[in-house]
């Protein structure tokens, strides 16, 4: 195809995507160095009957003014990323220095808000991601032993919680595990503690968020390791079954290197996908135990006075699009040197 | 031998039924729960109220209630977000598939080495995590005043959509042979009528496919909707997590719950009517690489 066409037809997907995803990369980086005005104080005498005093307050006119004037804000070079709210060096510095040990240094680090959200969204990733493929691939070859009667209706339920909206499916786990929804309470009688409760407990709400992961992500993994059962040879199969392989033999040699490609992408999809895990976040109401970086980004939009911190988000937003790129790279440069470009759907 | 093979069995059809129910009976509590009151689906007493509505009887004088429905849809005006559900939907769906077919099918034609550059680009454009782009709009709509409006956010999402439908339909194309469009250009056809007379006929089945995906991404997205629409804009996403906020104060979670199951319902209609198409596009990237 000509240059001259090609360009034709791409032109609209090419500029929705230049627009709309690159070219707001370069305007976080860019907001990512300025931080908001301070607001302009004035000094007024506030005089009544029984006296006059001096109040400072807000002088709206001139803020609104200033930002008007300059709606980014004024410059801060790095001095967002290295605030307390984000890489937080002088914090790591003193904590180093104080703390008795390893384990008195962590604690505090993970008390910092940035690593706080990394130290969770990490987890979510490495915990999640392998345990997805590992289920979805018993699954897989569990409903590829059922009579094919069943298998419709099996692999219709088992799309339910990949469909789900991410929100509304984790609402509907959070309503159950609440300590008087059908979950909480079971729980409480099983370990005969009337005070059990899953969302008071850090450990137990990272759990429950993995668990919900797990569930959300498994049917994922599950299709696509059962579309690949489904193109295994037959004679490879049945000649492992002549030289008196066993089942497990046969799953070992013969099903597991078949699928290793689809794992891959599968892992490729899953990194992607869970590490910018935040809806189950809001869902679960879990932040006060575990937040993580899209949610951290979410939360300087939603501060309560009104004020949106768009240098703090556009920090973290970058700090964010740097640790998937560290992720992404080895899995990008396999699919890159294979030159076999794999990528679907979620 | 056979002995073995019979524990095989029971152990896979029972990790299968666990599993089956883990998968299935969240939705059927909650959709039960849904037509209780509060004192019923969040018992203190006991947890067996749920099935039966003991409080639900006492409060309304049925086993049975819409009151959470009548709440959300009526009282807390959840249709007005359901319409703009379908506006969004519908549009995203309708321009991305535009946008993507004739991408998507210069991408496959092309031969040239930057067609794969560009998948590439598409493949990291992909990772990006939505709220970090999100991030990057807001001040500028602020300044050119295109924040809150439903339109924006449609061009957004469909934006965001991009890389991905660009990658589903390139693989779609790609299987179909290259000797159709290309013997109908010999007939004196330019490439643009050998995709309208030619391509467009046969390429509905992955364009369903493709459109399936696209519409459970403007459907069950939060991130991208919570933050660019005004409050009477709002999808019906980010008016559940609304709901959540003001209705636990008043007593209110079962509207929560009622919109809830009200928004899974076009959901469950998609895989029951379209489960074949989904499949496949879950497979279509991987398996055909």
């Known amino acids: 195809m000509p240059h001259y066409t090609f360009l034709k037809f791409i032109w609209p997907s090419a500029l929705a995507m230049l627009i709309f995803i690159a070219l707001p990369i370069v305007s976080i980086s860019i907001q990512s160095l300025f931080i908001e005005h301070e607001k302009i104080l004035v000094t007024v005498e506030n005089c009544t009957p029984f006296g006059c005093e001096e109040i400072t307050k807000v002088d709206l006119e001139a803020t609104e003014a200033q930002?008007?004037?300059?709606?980014?804000?004024?410059?801060?070079?790095?001095?967002?990323?290295?605030?307390?709210?984000h890489l937080?060096?002088?914090?790591?510095?003193?904590?180093?220095?104080?703390s008795g040990g390893l384990n008195d240094f962590l604690t505090e680090v993970f008390n910092l808000p940035f690593y706080k959200a990394l130290s969770f969204t990490l987890a979510y990733t490495f915990i999640v991601t392998p345990l997805v493929i590992i289920i979805g691939f018993f699954i897989a070859l569990a409903v590829n032993r059922l009579p094919s009667f069943f298998k419709g209706p099996t692999i219709f339920i088992c799309l339910l919680p990949m469909i789900i909206t991410p929100l509304i499916g984790s609402l509907v786990l959070f309503w159950m595990i609440d300590a008087e929804g059908i979950i909480g309470s079971l729980l409480q009688i099983i370990f005969?503690?009337?005070?059990?409760?899953?969302k008071a407990s850090p450990t137990l709400t990272w759990v429950?968020?993995?668990v919900y992961g797990v569930w959300h992500h498994a049917p994922f993994a599950f299709i696509v390791f059962y579309a690949g059962l489904q193109t295994i040879p037959r004679d490879t199969l049945e000649s492992a079954m002549i030289d008196g392989a066993n089942k497990w033999e046969q799953t070992r040699y013969v099903i597991i290197p078949h699928l290793m490609p689809l794992a891959v992408f599968i892992s490729l999809i899953q990194l992607m996908d869970n590490f910018r895990v935040f809806e189950p976040i809001v869902g679960f109401n879990a932040q006060a135990s575990a937040t993580s970086l899209s949610w951290l980004i979410y939360n300087d939009f939603r501060s309560g006075d009104g004020d949106m911190l768009f240098g703090s988000a556009a920090a973290t937003s970058i700090l964010t699009i740097i640790g998937i790129s560290v992720l992404m790279t080895p899995v990008i440069v396999r699919t890159w040197k294979a030159n076999k470009p794999v990528i679907g759907a979620r | 031998m056979n002995k073995k093979n019979n524990w095989l069995n029971i152990l896979s059809l029972s990790f299968i039924i666990i599993w089956l129910i883990l998968a299935s009976v969240p939705f059927l509590w909650t959709l039960w729960g849904s037509f209780k009151v509060e004192a019923d689906f969040f018992s203190k007493?006991?947890?067996?109220?749920?099935?039966?509505?003991?409080?639900?009887?006492?409060?309304?004088?049925?086993?049975f209630t819409l009151n959470g429905y009548?709440?959300?849809?009526?009282?807390?005006?959840?249709?007005?977000?359901?319409?703009?559900?379908?506006?969004?939907?519908?549009?995203?769906?309708?321009?991305s598939l535009t946008l993507g077919t004739l991408g998507g099918y210069a991408l496959a034609r092309s031969g040239f080495r930057y067609a794969f550059w560009i998948l590439i680009a598409a493949l990291i454009f992909r990772a990006m995590p939505h709220i970090t782009l999100v991030s990057?709009?807001?001040l500028p709509f602020f300044e050119l005043g295109l924040w809150g409006h439903l339109s924006t956010t449609i061009v957004v999402l469909v934006a965001i959509n991009q890389p991905f439908t660009l990658w589903m339909l390139h693989s779609f194309f790609l299987t179909i042979p290259k000797d159709l469009d290309e013997s109908a250009m010999v007939d004196g056809c330019t490439r643009f009528q050998a995709f309208r007379h030619v391509i467009i006929p046969v390429m509905w089945p992955g364009v369903i496919t493709t459109g399936l995906f696209s519409f459970l991404l403007a459907y069950n997205d939060f991130a991208i909707t919570a933050l660019l629409l005004t409050e009477t804009n709002q999808t019906m996403v980010p008016k559940i997590a609304g709901f959540l906020g003001s209705a636990q104060e008043q007593g209110n979670v079962m509207f929560a719950v009622a919109a809830v199951v009200s928004a899974t319902v076009p959901l469950f209609m998609l895989v029951l009517f379209f489960q074949r198409q989904i499949v496949s596009g879950l497979t279509a990237g991987a398996v055909k690489g």
Do not use: C, H
């Open chain 2, 136 to 138: 990057g709009y807001l």
């Open chain 1, 67 to 85: 930002e008007a004037e300059n709606p980014l804000g004024k410059y801060n070079g790095f001095g967002t990323y290295t605030n307390r709210n």
């Open chain 2, 45 to 63: 007493q006991d947890w067996r109220n749920a099935i039966f509505g003991v409080r639900t009887l006492v409060e309304t004088g049925g086993v």
């Open chain 2, 70 to 95: 009548k709440g959300a849809w009526i009282q807390e005006e959840f249709w007005r977000a359901a319409l703009n559900t379908g506006i969004v939907t519908v549009s995203v769906v309708t321009i």
């Open chain 1, 88 to 98: 937080a060096f002088s914090e790591l510095k003193q904590a180093w220095s104080e």
């Open chain 1, 208 to 210: 429950m968020l993995f």
């Open chain 1, 192 to 198: 005969n503690d009337p005070n059990l409760s899953l």
